[in-house]
């Protein structure tokens, strides 16, 4: 069934079948990692022995299933690709209905394949990565939580129980990125990142607060079908909310400060997580509401502005850094924002944005696995400045790093190539300004990524006394090869634009538009910026020394680079003092209020010194007088009203 | 009613059962601590309280099979004693919880493996602290606790239970004193405990004070105590509508302060910290259920009619107190201090949800209540409160209880069981989803929001939001701090207090899965009869 939209073009209602045959094992796909981290989390140190193994069988199977699911939903009709399975009636009165529903379409299958297949590598590779740590069985207790959430996030019917796989994954990521505890930086990380995601969480759950007293309910189903029967200024709120959710999960301008700072986690962490499956969620949710932005264009726009502000941000971000890991983690923010462009684009990009965000978790995973495994090699040295000249050292991980590289700066022909280009062509078609940031961004990502890639593999060494860089085991080298071979071939997705046709029955079909110039010559055009940014990388970091330290004696334009834009700043400006300031006062006036409001006057007359008495608190008296002034100011307020 | 002649009310012995067989425990205690030898007091004061309690709550459930509809079916229910005592489907309901907490508390209070043998509360509360006179009472037990706390249970039933204002006042009083009692018997820590129970006696007094002359008043508005002839008078608009306001006001201060709202709120604190732990656990419990009951049956039964009144001074009540609670939370440095701060928040989040009252037309078919609602999240706040304040009593030190949160730094490596079932209860107040407290936020929220008070429930959610910082960083606290040399230990409890946890965590971990039966069961209590 589908709607119609303003624009001419549909927007599909989803209507899904009851679950059948192998369908009803779909909670498995959620349950298996579940029960993992349950049994490694109560079973203590009884499984240190085993516990890696069974939390990478659980991801392992969960990803078997998905693919099983994957395959026989290929083989069914376009009109039957979506399948509902309700586990249990959560919150049941009247009108008043929440279940806990799964559905299973063609976006989530795609989501379920990558968390489980991107899951299950990230876990193998952890096994040889968190082998010397003592709390490896715990490490994998919580990536198997978080392998749990973020499938129930993707697998929601509902946005309720959306929002306990967005909480679930968000404790996920707040627990591993503070998972060395020891270190003060990855506790302040942990919390900032939790902070920071609390905002947005308010976003989320106003949103689904109104959608639920405007519609009545939150199932994707019901919700799809009647929006079109809602106000725009609704529909604006909604999407706007929704927005502000993402941009706390997915790190977008103006909620991007903890992304960097959560590097502080273990590095496949960071891999997993933080690239190519959580901070994903935002242009997910974008995708799944597509229903409610097809409708309100002017929520559509903010989501283009931010955007396209993040994905310079991010870039600009990892111009500046020398540590590998933050570098990556601007990288992020910008692909994200990438994927934002073409989600707020609608009907044109969701297909895009999904595609991006695939081969996106394919090759920044993979390029992270090979920072952890240049961090492994390097003694846990995160600097770039001290690395150099490791091709020769590490082979495999330059090169499999090297596909990665090629990837993102979109190389003709790798995967990077293919969906970045279609996001920047469509962006051009649609919203020029916001193509040309976004062609400008490509620009930069080449240059930045070059830096990297030359700074850690050629140039000169310049390792620390001490160092023996070395090869890591095959236990972490194959899921970099696994990886690098996904990155290099993902573009097959769009062979036919196969993606396109097996989004539509959730997004939608665009109508074809023509870009003014023929699309060869924007593709051209895309590779020429590109290698602008990598010849700039080149003539100023290849050609030169590196200097072990950096340099201080820069621009602003850099200084401010390096302090990733002032966001902290801004945060602690804008949010983090009024906050402080409120709760001093609040305290004052608990402390002091009522006694200083009552006795003022008398200490008035004491003299100045007596206002500033410290009156230590508990006195019996002072809580008397707050509860007389409490009285008075009831009575007077229903005074006032009654008059 | 002619007033000269005087009729005698008629008592339905059936519908009443829970209370005169609480009230008969009670009175039946008193005679045991005269009769009884004192070496056999403590079991029996237990098993007595315990088989009352039982049976109680047979009665109630007995009762609550038994309501016949009135009127135009919404409510179900019979008016007893003269129409002093409304025996309705939500006052059953509240009995019932009233009753599941209070064993609970006869549990805590019956525990006597933590302290080594005795009680929690003081051998000889008379004696003075310090004295020679404490330290020859160090092996004995103030029995009496147990029938105080069942005269608090009666009065806790009758008070959302009172028809008239009179009746009210009494319950009110019949709940207060007894506890204002028990919060001065703590065996450890005695001046402290005698502090919270003086502020909370002079306090309780003053705000009482506040009640009666809103009585009088309101009296002096309507010709009546009842709450049906209240609601008449207020329809009819003919008294003098400054003296109906005044009246209401202060009505709402004496109830507020049971509740603990801002700007009523200062003494909470205090005594949820100076109190014997297990009398805090029950209290904050049992005394917030009652008190809800009785601002219920007030504002919706007696002033509902007049909500435009009421309404914007609870609009802001509502507001501060959320707002005050949470934010000062955060500067807590005190497990006990925190959960009472915790607890003000959660009243300012119940009070949001008595903000969701309208009437049945304006309400769709099915849609919640605000008074199921707030019944729920009673349900779920009461069973995560006094979980989490039994486990407070598991961690000790040789100095009692250490409440201070430097001694919890790494509880979660020592006795990972205890501080993952704490962090649970935790999660819960904070609303997390998948368990109770998240589902008890969200039906106030949304009865709130579809009754037009989406103001007080953005700064509801903000406030939930900040409460989540600090229920986390004590989370954080337990599982990734390194314990220190001055960290307490988990002592083992006796069956009586795991018990109690174990009952409170699952109910938690049910209502937040399951929560439809407790939701249907609120919905099924009806409305108040009027």
């Given amino acids: 069934m589908y709607l119609m939209s303003e624009g001419g073009h549909t927007i599909p209602v989803v209507a899904p079948l009851e679950a059948e045959g192998a369908y009803t094992l779909l909670w498995l796909v959620v349950a298996l990692p579940l029960l993992g981290a349950a049994v490694l989390l109560v079973g203590g140190r009884r499984t240190d022995r085993w516990g890696h193994l069974l939390g990478t069988a659980t991801a392992l199977a969960s990803f078997v299933l998905s693919v099983v699911l994957f395959v026989d939903l290929l083989g069914r009709e376009e009109s039957e690709r979506q399948v509902a399975q309700r586990l249990w009636e959560w919150m ?111 976003g989320l759950s106003l949103a689904i607060a109104l959608m639920f007293v405007t519609f009545g309910t939150t199932s994707f189903t019901q919700v ?47 891999a997993l997580i933080h690239a190519a499956t959580m901070v994903t969620a935002g242009v997910y949710l974008v995708v799944r509401s597509n229903f409610v932005y097809e409708l309100a264009p002017h929520a559509q726009t903010v989501v283009v502005v931010v955007a396209t502000v993040t994905l310079l941000w991010g870039a600009v971000i990892g111009c500046a850094r020398d540590d590998i890991k933050k570098v990556l983690a601007g990288s992020t923010m910008s692909q994200i924002g990438y994927m934002m462009l073409a989600a707020g684009l ?107 890639m030359l700074m850690t593999f050629f140039t000169d060494k310049r390792w620390k006394e001490g160092v023996h860089p070395h090869e890591s085991p095959s236990v972490m080298t194959v899921p970099l090869i696994v990886l690098a071979a996904l990155s290099v071939l993902g573009g097959i997705l769009l062979l036919g634009d196969w993606i396109v046709g097996w989004l539509a029955p959730v997004v939608g079909e665009a109508p074809h538009h023509e870009p003014p110039v023929p699309v060869i010559v924007l593709t051209v055009l895309t590779v020429a910026v590109v290698a602008v940014g990598v010849a700039a990388a080149w003539f100023l970091v290849g050609r030169r020394e590196v200097a072990r330290t950096a340099p201080q004696d820069v621009s602003f334009a850099v200084r401010a680079a390096r302090a990733d834009l002032y966001g902290d700043a801004i945060n602690d400006a804008v949010v983090v003092r009024p906050g402080r300031r409120l709760v001093t006062l609040l305290l004052g006036v608990d402390h002091r209020g009522a006694d200083g409001l009552f006795t003022g006057g008398g200490s008035a007359v004491a003299g100045v010194g007596g206002l500033l008495r410290r009156v230590q608190n508990g006195f019996v008296r002072s809580y008397a007088l707050s509860v007389l002034a409490g009285a008075l100011i009831v009575v007077i307020a229903l005074m006032v009203v009654n008059s | ?154 009065g806790m039933m009758i008070f959302p239970t009172a028809g008239d204002l009179l ?8 709940l207060s004193l007894p506890l204002y009692l028990l919060c001065g018997l703590a065996r450890r820590r005695r001046l402290l405990s005698q502090e919270a129970a003086m502020k909370y006696f002079l306090l309780g007094a003053f705000s009482s004070g506040f009640f009666l002359y809103g009585v009088a008043l309101v009296y002096g508005f309507a010709g009546s105590m009842d709450l049906a002839a209240i609601d008449q008078a207020v329809r009819a608009d003919t008294g003098n509508h400054t003296l109906l306001a005044i009246g209401m006001g202060l009505l709402a201060v004496g109830l507020l302060f049971k509740v603990g709202a801002v700007p009523f709120q200062s003494w909470t604190p205090d005594v949820y910290q100076g109190a014997p732990t297990a009398v805090t656990a029950f209290m904050a419990a049992g005394t917030k259920i009652a008190a809800f009951g009785a601002i219920l049956r007030l504002f919706y039964v007696g002033f509902g009619s007049d909500r435009w009144t009421w309404q914007p001074m609870l609009w802001v009540v509502a507001i501060l107190t959320m707002v005050v609670g949470a934010v000062l939370a955060i500067s807590q ?129 903000f406030s939930s939001v900040v409460a989540i910082y600090f229920y986390v960083r004590h989370i954080r606290l337990m599982f990734f701090t390194a314990p220190t040399a001055d960290s307490a230990a988990v002592v083992a409890p006796s069956l009586l207090t795991s018990a109690t946890i174990a009952v409170g965590v699952l109910a938690t971990v049910l209502l937040g899965i399951v929560p439809g039966p407790v939701l249907d069961l609120a919905g099924h209590a009806g409305e108040f009869i009027r």
């Fill in chain 1, 92 to 202: 049941e009165v009247g009108g008043f209905s929440v279940g806990m529903d799964l559905l299973y379409d063609p976006l989530s299958a795609l989501f379920l394949l990558l968390i489980t297949g991107v899951g299950t590598l990230i876990h193998v590779y952890s096994i040889g990565y968190m082998e010397h740590d003592p709390r490896r069985r715990r490490f994998f207790a919580y990536l198997n939580l978080f392998v749990a959430a973020m499938l129930t996030l993707v697998l929601a019917e509902n946005y309720v129980v959306l929002f306990l796989g967005w909480e679930g994954v968000g404790l996920a990521s707040y627990l591993l990125i503070g998972f060395w505890q020891h270190k003060p930086s990855a506790a302040a990380a942990a919390k900032k990142a939790f902070v920071i995601n609390r905002v947005g969480d308010i």
């Fill in chain 1, 224 to 270: 799809s079908e009647l929006t079109s029967g809602a106000g725009e200024g609704t529909l604006t709120a909604l999407g706007l909310l929704l927005l502000l959710g993402a941009c706390g999960k997915s790190a977008q301008v103006p909620l991007q400060a903890w992304l960097l700072d959560a590097m502080e986690g273990p590095t496949p962490v960071s």
């Fill in chain 1, 346 to 452: 609608g009907v044109y990009g969701y297909a895009f944005a999904i595609f991006h965000l695939i081969t996106h978790g394919f090759f920044k995973a993979n390029m992270f696995l090979g920072a952890g495994s240049v961090m492994h090699g390097m003694a846990d040295d995160v600097d770039m400045r001290r690395y150099g000249a490791l091709r020769k050292a590490m082979p495999v991980t330059f090169l499999t790093f090297a596909m990665g590289y090629l990837a993102i700066i979109g190389f003709p022909l790798f995967s990077g190539f293919w969906s970045k280009d279609k996001i920047i062509e469509t962006a051009l078609v649609e919203s020029p300004v916001a193509g040309v940031c976004a062609l400008v961004g490509a620009g930069v990502t080449g240059f930045y990524m070059t830096r990297l």
């Fill in chain 2, 1 to 154: 009613m002619d007033s000269t002649t005087f009729v005698k009310p008629t008592l339905d012995y059936f519908h009443l059962w829970p209370i005169l067989v609480v009230l008969g425990v009670a009175a039946l205690g008193v005679v045991v601590e005269a009769f009884v030898p004192r070496a056999r007091r403590f079991a029996t004061q237990t098993v007595l309280a315990l088989a009352g309690l039982v049976a109680a709550l047979v009665g109630t459930v007995l009762v609550g099979l038994d309501l016949t509809e009135v009127g135009d079916g919404a409510a179900r229910g019979l008016l007893t004693a003269g129409g002093t005592l409304v025996i309705d489907g939500p006052a059953v309901f509240l009995w019932g919880l009233v009753l599941i907490f209070a064993v609970g508390g006869v549990l805590l209070f019956a525990e006597r493996r933590l302290e080594g043998g005795v009680s929690a509360f003081a051998g000889q509360a008379a004696a003075l602290p310090g004295t020679e006179a404490e330290r020859q009472a160090q092996g004995l037990d103030h029995t009496e606790v147990y029938p105080l706390m069942m005269f608090a249970v009666a």
């Fill in chain 2, 167 to 174: 009746t009210m006042f009494v319950a009110l009083e019949v």
């Fill in chain 2, 333 to 461: 440095s005190d497990v006990k201090r925190m959960l009472a701060y915790s607890s003000i928040a959660h009243t300012g989040f119940l009070l949001t949800g008595v903000l969701g009252v309208q009437t049945s037309a304006e309400l769709a078919d099915g849609q919640v209540t605000s008074l199921q609602a707030i019944l729920f999240y009673l349900t779920t706040y009461g069973f995560s409160m006094v979980a989490a304040f039994a486990i407070v009593t598991l961690v000790r030190d040789s100095g009692g209880e250490a409440t201070a949160f430097d001694r919890w730094a790494g509880l979660g490596r020592r006795s990972p069981w205890v501080a993952g079932a704490f962090a649970f209860l935790l999660l819960s107040m904070a609303g997390i989803p998948l368990t109770g407290g998240f589902v008890g936020k969200w039906a106030v929220f949304t009865v709130a929001f579809s009754a037009g008070a989406w103001p007080v429930v953005l700064v509801a959610i």
